[in-house]
Structure formats: structure tokens, C-alpha cells
């Protein structure tokens, strides 16, 4: 009497992935498929966001955009919610290398420090994603975290300047959270990818500045 083969051997053409619940699953190798990267992943999330917000953020979305099959995706993540949790680490990353920047910029002058933060604020290549991120931390606590840990360490960096510049402690808190706020309010009220002239800046700087 013959011996029944191992329904849980490997068959060509197939690989394996575990799951959450540690079951393991086959997922069928294509031709479709190539080679993609965690990096691959997240640029492709990022863009989504920026071109139609959370709501984007779909399995079948995500592998259009990178010619793979779902299989693929699987390959990294367990499912879209693991996918968006990777996302929400990654851009706070990014954020938070800028602003840690921002923290050792202690030997440049005051104003140039405003100047420099100010423009990377309502950078324009930023807004589309910065702006989602924003509106996505209403409804979730996860990302409304990480946005108040960037907030938080640009607001350290402008109260400094302010600060340095020799303002009073009490007017250094008030002036960087109206000058953090006006910069976040761009963010929302602008057009996407429109920022204002140098000039229109340097003139808000002044004014934040005036005593």
C-alpha cells in the first residue's frame, strides 16, 4: 500500500511565507513578478497618499503601480494593516532626521536657523504627503503620535532660535507656535505644490521677529 505525499512538501514553482498565525501558506511565483524591495513599497504608499490620500491605500493599488502580483506583497507584509503600520515608521524616520537637522544647527545664526526650518516647513515637495499624514492623525492614534513627536521637536528648535535671538522665554514659546502653526496652516489653505515667493517669507520672518 502506497504512502499518500506530504500535502505540506514544496512543489516547484512555489514559495512559502508565514502568516500572523503561523499557519504556512504557498504563494505562486509568476512571471509577473520582480524582484521589489521594502523601499519599493514605501515610495509606492507615499506616492498613492499624495495622489489620493488614505483611501488609496489598497493591496490591489499598490501592486498596479509596481507591476507585481498580490503574492508579492505578502512577500513583506502580513496584510494592508502590518503594510500601513510600516508606513507611518517610515515617514515619521524621514521627518525625524530632518528635525534632529534642525536641533544641530546651533552654530548658524538665529534668523538663517528660522529661515532654513520655515522653508523646509512649507516645502512643496513635501505638502501632498505632510498633508494626508496630518488629516490621517485625526482618525488614528498611531500616526497622530508621530506627528506630535515631529511637531514637537521642530517647536524645541524654533523656541531655541527665538531664544538665541534674545527673546524672553514666555515670548519665545508664543512667537515659535504661531510661527509653527502659520506653517502648518499653508499646509491646508494653499494649493498643492504652491508655496510663497522668498520675499512674502522674509517679510513673515520680520514681522515674527519685530519687537
Not at 494593516?81 to 544641530?104: K, S
Request: proline share 5%.
Amino acid at each position: 500500500m502506497g504512502t499518500k505525499p506530504d500535502a505540506t512538501a514544496a512543489t516547484p514553482g512555489r514559495t512559502r511565507r508565514t502568516c500572523t498565525n503561523r499557519r504556512m501558506l504557498p504563494v505562486m511565483a509568476t512571471a509577473r513578478d520582480r524582484p521589489t524591495s521594502l523601499d519599493d513599497w514605501i515610495d509606492a504608499g507615499f506616492a498613492l497618499l499624495a495622489e489620493g490620500g488614505t483611501n488609496a491605500l489598497r493591496i490591489g493599488r499598490l501592486c498596479d503601480r509596481l507591476h507585481v502580483t498580490k503574492g508579492s506583497f505578502y512577500w513583506h507584509f502580513s496584510d494592508i494593516q502590518a503594510y500601513r503600520a510600516a508606513l507611518v515608521e517610515a515617514w515619521g524616520d524621514v521627518r525625524d532626521r530632518e528635525r534632529r537637522r534642525f536641533a544641530t544647527m546651533q552654530d548658524v545664526p538665529p534668523r538663517q536657523r528660522m529661515r532654513v526650518m520655515m522653508e523646509a516647513l512649507v516645502n512643496p515637495s513635501h505638502w501632498a504627503v505632510e498633508r494626508v499624514m496630518r488629516t490621517w492623525a485625526i482618525a488614528d492614534d498611531e500616526v497622530a503620535d508621530k506627528v506630535r513627536q515631529s511637531d514637537r521637536r521642530v517647536l524645541a528648535a524654533l523656541q531655541q532660535a527665538f531664544l538665541d535671538e534674545g527673546f524672553p522665554d514666555d515670548e519665545a514659546a508664543l512667537r515659535s507656535t504661531i510661527m509653527f502653526s502659520a506653517g502648518v496652516g499653508l499646509l491646508h489653505a494653499a494649493d498643492p505644490g504652491q508655496t510663497a515667493p522668498p520675499e512674502v517669507r522674509e517679510h513673515f520672518l520680520a514681522f515674527m521677529l519685530r519687537r
